[in-house]
């Protein structure tokens, strides 16, 4: 009985402090959020494309670009946080050893930081980027020092709500090379807490099921043990068991049943009850303390 209490008392606890943990995250979460940022690539005057113009995910010939548009669409709705700022940057980065090292970069500002005392946030801001221009930058750097790097350009949108959350979309853009492809994606802290909630909350129903599932076994057990106390005897002195032949149960009805269609005992020492047929043991351990069972 003191078992069972506690069992519940935790029980209790876990949903109490599930409670608090979702309602917490839920508060901070209260967000809207969208992003439609998009871009696409001008060509230089040719003769082979009969469309300037080239839409978002394609591969891109590096030496026909002439501009590369990008459009930043972003609205953030925040009813707990009231600071929100932002700016747009764009920064080359070379490096060495396959791209793992970065050895030198340079910053460009786009857009300055731009704070806005409200609980929303809606950024629309274009910028048409001359692709050569950093194509170049990057040239006379190799140049000047007379190696070869791995080379990219990134456009990045940060927002920074209260000096903390720092959600950014970024444009990944590869200079130096015949044939490139730009990546754009966006970091949001926003979506990883809410996995984490729904992570949370999946592991307190595991945990209340596995309780509950403990406790109702132990209820069945017991009233089985009652149902059927005529045909279990319980011993001081345990029989010898021949443990070459002995099958371990897992149910307590499986054992029952094998006394009743063998029309034979069962015998119950210190929780460990067992019935012997044709000279195979079948045994089954009961976790449960102080069951009354009949006595001979």
């Known amino acids: 009985m003191f078992k069972k209490i506690i069992i519940i008392f935790l029980l209790i606890l876990i949903l109490f402090l599930g409670i ?25 005057p040719n003769i082979y494309f009969s469309n300037n113009k ?19 669409d972003y ?29 030198w970069t340079k910053d460009f500002n786009l857009k300055k930081l731009n704070s806005i005392n ?43 709500i ?45 945990i209340i099921l596995l309780i509950i599932k403990i406790l109702f076994k132990k209820d069945n057990e017991k009233a089985i043990l009652k149902e059927y106390q005529d045909i279990i005897i319980t011993i001081q002195n345990k029989h010898n068991i021949n443990y070459n032949h002995i099958i371990y149960l897992t149910n307590l ?13 069962i015998f119950n020492y210190h929780n460990t009850y067992y019935t012997t047929v044709d000279n195979t043991t079948y045994l089954y351990i009961l976790n449960i303390d102080n069951l009354s069972t009949s006595h001979v």
């Open 75 to 103: 609205y953030l709705k925040n009813q707990n946080k009231e600071n929100i700022s932002y700016d747009i940057t764009a920064s080359l980065k070379s490096y060495a050893d396959n791209g793992t090292k970065l050895i």
């Open 118 to 160: 409200e609980k929303e946030i809606n950024i629309k801001e274009n910028y048409n980027l001359d692709y050569q221009y950093y194509v170049n930058y990057v040239k006379s750097f190799q140049e000047y020092y007379n190696i070869k790097t791995e080379n990219y350009l990134y456009i990045k949108l940060n927002l920074k």
């Open 20 to 44: 608090i943990f979702i309602n917490k995250n839920l508060s901070k979460n209260n967000i809207e959020l969208e992003n439609k940022t998009t871009y696409n690539v001008t060509l230089k």
């Open 54 to 72: 080239l839409e978002a995910n394609n591969y891109y010939i590096a030496n026909s670009i002439e501009n590369i548009n990008v459009y930043f």
């Open 162 to 206: 209260d000096g903390k959350i720092n959600p950014n979309v970024l444009l990944t853009i590869p200079i130096n090379e015949n044939i490139i492809e730009i990546t754009l994606k966006e970091e949001n802290p926003f979506l990883k807490n809410n996995n984490i909630d729904f992570s949370f909350i999946f592991i307190i129903i595991v």
């Open 253 to 265: 009805k499986d054992l029952i049943s094998i006394a009743l269609n063998n029309k034979i005992n």
